[in-house]
């Protein structure tokens, strides 16, 4: 006849030694305390499911009493009636509750760190300021795989709502490539910004041509040097792409609204009725201190060739590029300067994008919904503006060219 087990006790648990080889003590039920030879007691569920022996862990003595591994045990066979094997059931949860700790700023910072060596420092940090500024706040402690497209639109529309459509974009673009890297690594099952194609606010635009890539912007930029035509035009053409203010602001310029020794263009920007200042570099100092003894009696720095009374004309720039062979519908148009300062001064040398908004005096406003008045961020944007001319002197050079690469890719 088979040895009766006797249920353990609190004594016999407690007073348990660990020996040279670790020892079970059983209770009963394939329940039993496994002593190791350090001294550790852990309680061990031996069962059987689908014809195999397994074991389970049920914690270690003291912090899991006996009565409180009985009912574990209890638990366990609760569950192997049900036809469920415990162990796995265990694993689930386990994943589950590591999902849940999965939270979006944990798995956001993650992506930024695994693609940090690809970007720029001060790209890294505007990438990390943004989600900091406009989405960790609103959803960084949600668990990734809990987000869904209602929540995420909520967050882009209060963005939007202070007059920011562009920095809507943008965030769900870097939103995007987060759960792209959580499904990627197992932290989610898809990414709900996908959703959310239709859903945002298109921001009126007229897209025009304009190559973003520095490889072909160097070449682009050497053949506007190399003009041929009058120094007005010359000059202009020069210009733009350092400034890139719309083209119509550029051939309205006036000498009054200069100030070469402060290095800086104040006027009122027709497009959104506000004062604009755009900071001089001194390349662009230089420009306009070798015209002005040509056109500086006129109230114009790009006058008509016909007459001082009035500027070059709006076709003037794109006439000048196509005579140098620039198709201007499906390379390069002067407004185009616009969309590759924009990619570059992000992209490539990782300034904030909203320290940009604001050079293209675009209607940016603060998180209250206020317009910023022009001289917000003007320090920062001078420094911007020089590092941009020297960048475009440096790629007619011919200087080792950095391509950009958006994040997360």
Known sequence: MPKRTMPLDHLKVSNAKAKEKEYKLSDGGGLFLLVTPSGGKLWRLKYRFGGLEKKLALGAFPAISLSDARQRREDARALLAKGVDPGAARKEQEASMLLEQETFEVVAREWHS???????????????AMLANDVFGEI????????????????????EARGAAYTAGRVRGLCGKVFCYGVATGRCERDPTTDLRWALAPTKTTHRAATTDPKEVAPLLRMLDGYQGSLVVRCALRLLPMLFVRPGELRAMLWADLDLDKSEWSYMVNKTKTPHIVPLA????????????????????FPSARTNARPISDNTINAAMRRMGIDTKTEQTGHGFRAVA??????VLG??????????????????????NRTAHLPERKVMMQTWADYLDALKAGAKILHFQAAGE
């Open 282 to 301: 001194k390349q662009a100092v230089a420009l306009l201190r070798e015209l002005h003894p040509l056109t500086g009696t006129g109230p114009y720095v």
């Open 342 to 347: 924009r990619t570059i001064l992000d992209e």
């Open 114 to 128: 695994h693609f940090l060596p690809q970007w720029a420092p001060r790209t890294a940090e505007a990438i990390l």
């Open 140 to 159: 960084g402690d949600k668990p990734l795989a809990a987000i869904n497209a209602p929540m995420l639109l909520a967050m882009f529309c209060r963005i």
């Open 351 to 372: 300034f904030r994008p909203d320290f940009i908004e604001h050079q293209l005096a675009h209607a940016v406003r603060d998180p209250l919904g206020r317009a910023y």
